[in-house]
């Protein structure tokens, strides 16, 4: 089993600044990829940036320029958001999809718990 444990949320006023966090532990071979996801209250849940284990990196277009997603050597993921609007505000997931051994074919996908960001006007 994967756990994913994100931290970092919180309030923030529209132009300011959150880094999240996502730690990865327990049975894990080897990271596909690694990456955010939103859901504000009435909408899908939307692509934010996803890392893949070689440090190619995704954006959705209404983040580019304000977000970066980086890397440790470890496990650890974070999500730098600069310049928050007040569309921001979400639930944001941590998503892992991760080989927990060498014989799996293709990677599990891993959700964490969500952590609230809220931007305020």
């Known amino acids: 089993q994967v756990q994913l444990v994100e931290s970092g949320g919180g309030l923030v006023q529209a132009g300011g600044s959150l880094r999240l966090s996502c730690v990865a532990s327990?049975?894990?071979?080897?990271?596909?990829?690694m990456g955010w996801y939103r859901q504000a209250p009435g909408k899908q849940r939307e692509l934010v940036a996803t890392i893949t284990g070689g440090g190619r990196t995704n954006y959705a277009d209404s983040v580019k320029d304000r977000f970066t997603i980086s890397r440790d050597a470890k496990n650890t993921r974070y999500l730098q958001m600069n310049s928050l609007k007040p569309e921001d505000t979400a639930v944001y997931y941590c998503?892992?999809?991760?080989?927990?051994?060498?014989?799996?074919?293709?990677?599990?996908?891993?959700w964490g718990q969500g952590t609230q960001v809220t931007v305020s006007s």
């Open positions: 327990g049975m894990i071979f080897s990271i596909d990829s």
């Open positions: 998503n892992a999809r991760i080989y927990s051994n060498q014989y799996r074919v293709s990677p599990d996908d891993y």
